[in-house]
C-alpha cells in the first residue's frame, strides 16, 4: 500500500494564517502555497502510474498534454481530463514539477487514466478558444478510447480556477460541444470561476478582460452558469473557505442553478481550511476528503 505524505503542522499552521488574509495578495499567496505543497508532494507515490508527456492535438505550443496510466492493465476503465488554472493569462499544466501532476497521479492510482491538459492562454486565443482546446483532447480522447483502453462512456472532465470556466463552458454551452452533446459522464468543478466577471473586487479583473473582452455586457451570455440546463451533465462542485474573490458566490451560484434546472442538487463540496490554491495542490497526499469525494462521484 502507498504510503502518503502528511501535510506538515507548519503548513497547516500557515494555511490557517493566511486564509482569512487571501484576498490580500492573492498572487502572493498564491505562490506560496505552490512552493510550499511541491515540497510535500515529491514524498507522494508515484511508482504505480506510467507517464507519457508531451502529447501533442494542436499546432500550438501549448496545445499539449501529459497522459498518466495506471500500470494495472484494464480494458474499460474511466479517464480523466483535467484542466488547469491560471487567471486565463498565465499558468501551466506543469506549475511546478509537483503541481499539477499531483491531481492525476491521485486518480491514476485509482485506476482513471488521467490527461493533464494544456490549453491556448489569453494573449494568444481569446473566447471561446480554450474551451475549443478542451473539445479537442476530449475528441482525442473518445477518438482513442480502444487504444487508451478506457470506456468512451465514461470521460470525465475536471477543471481548477479559470480552468473551472473553460470545462464549464465546454460541458453547458451547446455553442462549444459538439451536436451531439459534450460526450461526457460527468464534470468536476473546482474552485471554478463559472460567471465571467470585471468587478472592482476581483484582483484578476484586467485578465479576464484579456480573455473575454472588456464589454462586461457580454458577460452573461458567455457565462457557464447562464448555460446550465435540466439535461446537462452531472456535475461535482467544490470550493475551498478561503477563495479568490466571489469564485465561492459563483460556484454555489452553479449548485443552486443546476438544482432549479434539474430539480435535484449536485453533490457540493467546501473544503475547510483550505484556500483557493491547496485545494488543489494538496491532492495526492494524505488528506483525502476531496479526492474520496470525486471518486465517489466518479464511480457512482
Known sequence: MAILPEIPASLRVLMAEVGPRWAEDTRGHIALMLEKFSEVLVWAPKQDVSVQRNISYGSHERQNFDLFVPKVHASSRPALIFVHGGAFTHGNRNRTPEIYSNVLYYFARHGILGINAGYRLAGDAVYPGAAMDVASVVAWTRANAETLGINPNRIFLM???????????????????PAEGPGLAGLLIVSGRVRADNRAGNPNAQRVETYYGSDSSIY???????????????????????????IDVYCLELAYRLAAAKGVSPQVLQMKGHNHTSIIAHMNTAEDKLGRACLDFIFS
Not at 477543471?159 to 460541444?177: C, E, K, L, T
Not at 452573461?220 to 466571489?246: K, L
Open 159 to 177: 477543471g481548477h480556477s479559470a480552468g473551472g470556466a473553460h470545462v464549464g463552458s465546454y460541458a453547458f454551452d451547446s455553442r462549444i460541444h
Open 220 to 246: 452573461e451570455n458567455v457565462s457557464p452558469v447562464s448555460h446550465v440546463t435540466r439535461d446537462s451533465v452531472r456535475t461535482f462542485i467544490a470550493f475551498a473557505e478561503y477563495e479568490n474573490p466571489f
